[in-house]
């Protein structure tokens, strides 16, 4: 939810995994509604320098991602993370958004 409300400007909305729901017959049995939640409250220029950040995790040569994402044909913003859990392997993680516009398009 944080992520997304960063991608969209700011705004938390309520997460769901579905549109509506239909009957065999294309017919709408029920539409789920969006409900905002708040917003995250921080500036414009706060949120711009944040989503920027993430743009050069994958779009800088010094960037966490670069090698995954330097070819990808669209913009893509993200965070890279390892949590350790010994004496197990390492694990990686990414979240991102695509593409990755500097001004939010949802807001």
Request: glycine share 10%; proline share 6%.
């Amino acid at each position: 939810m944080a992520l997304s409300a960063l991608a969209n400007g700011g705004d938390v909305w309520v997460p769901h995994l579905g549109l509506r729901i239909t009957d065999s017959s294309g017919n709408v049995i029920h539409q789920f509604e969006s409900e905002k939640r708040g917003e995250l409250g921080f500036s414009d220029e706060i949120l711009s320098s944040i989503r920027r950040g993430m743009r050069l995790v994958t779009s800088d040569p010094s960037g966490t991602a670069y090698a995954v994402f330097k070819d990808f044909p669209k913009s893509v913003a993200g965070k890279t993370g390892t949590a350790e859990k010994k004496p197990d392997d390492d694990y990686a993680l990414f979240m991102g958004y695509a593409p990755a516009t500097a001004t939010p398009s949802l807001r």
